[in-house]
């Protein structure tokens, strides 16, 4: 009995922990960076998104899913089992291509946190890392052009200039741009 109660605290602690404001900070820009990188390289190699989650453990410890390969312009991953808090999706957006302006969240990435209540981590073409703060409802770059690895065909003139920060309406306004 005592061992049950046990781990109910330290799971209700890990729930208490994981709303708080400390948790962002876990999630650097120089940590995503990093933990991007490889990621990105596989990415850009063979243009598809990878996708996963990041929560916490039973012990409170940060814990990432495998990255699972996704499409072109997709990727649906689930969260690890081990996790008893997910408080957020992470995937890359491929190789660069002039058809598909992927330099910000599209209005579907926002979309889809939003409706897991959850925050997002994006990684672009071009290196940028940006958060979908889902409780707001927006975008915020969190590093710019080549904070982690890129893709060298990447054209910084090939689509309008990338703002810091994006509203679900900007993002819908970005993705009905014709270039």
């Known amino acids: 009995m005592y061992c049950n109660i046990k781990k109910l605290l330290l799971v209700l602690s890990t729930l208490a922990f994981s709303t708080s404001p400390a948790l962002a900070k876990n999630l650097s820009a120089s940590y995503l960076a990093k933990f991007f990188g490889p990621i990105q390289e596989r990415s850009i190699a063979e243009n598809r998104e990878y996708c996963g989650y990041f929560g916490l453990d039973a012990a409170g410890k940060l814990i990432a899913t495998k990255p699972k390969r996704g499409r072109a312009d997709s990727c649906s991953a689930n969260p690890s089992d081990n996790m008893v808090v997910v408080f957020a999706s992470y995937h890359t957006h491929g190789a660069f291509h002039i058809d598909a302006d992927s330099e910000t969240p599209s209005s579907d990435d926002l979309e889809a946190d939003i409706y897991e209540e959850v925050d997002g981590y994006v ?24 904070c982690t690895i890129s893709d060298p065909d990447y054209d910084n003139q090939a689509f309008p200039t990338v703002n810091n920060s994006y509203t679900l309406d900007g993002l819908y306004d970005r993705d009905d741009m014709s270039y």
């Not at 990684?123 to 080549?146: E, H, M, S, V």
């Open 123 to 146: 990684a672009t073409p071009g290196g940028r890392i940006w958060k979908n703060d889902w409780d707001r409802g927006r975008a915020f770059l969190l590093c710019g052009r080549n």
